[in-house]
């Protein structure tokens, strides 16, 4: 199963995508202008990478995981996704992303640390899919 994950930010939209459930690789970034033009932006990646499911993270466990649910369903919906989407626990995975690229390069804000938090999500929830 080909899979897409999105670590949906006010600003950016990070991306990961893989291809079978083992390999996975940051995409470039959404830059968010509104939701209407990140939501066609990201459908458009969906179609292009022919995406069959959609792992989206969220914080869980949290007072605001019903209000991040909504949305992310209202976005989802935007989107007009019609594969499987599954929730993942993002806690501390924008954190860890900043770790990783510590040092490799001087930080900027061009969506390549969000694109590495999805890329997290994803492997977090790949390792849960293991039989």
Known sequence: ?????IDLGLKRIGLA??????MITP????????????ANEVKEILK???A???????PMGGSSEDEMRRRVAHFMNL????????YQDESNSSLEAEEIMKGQMRY??????????????LERFLRTKEP
Not at 79 to 86: N, Q
């Open 1 to 5: 199963m080909k899979y897409i994950a």
């Open 17 to 22: 995508y893989s291809p079978d459930a083992k």
């Open 27 to 38: 995409l470039n970034a959404v830059e968010r202008k509104n939701r209407y033009q990140a």
């Open 48 to 50: 292009e990478w022919d």
């Open 52 to 58: 069959q499911a959609v792992v989206v993270g969220i």
């Open 79 to 86: 989107v007009d996704f019609k594969g499987e989407i599954f």
């Open 108 to 121: 900027k804000r061009d969506g390549r640390v969000d694109s590495v938090s999805a890329m997290i999500i």
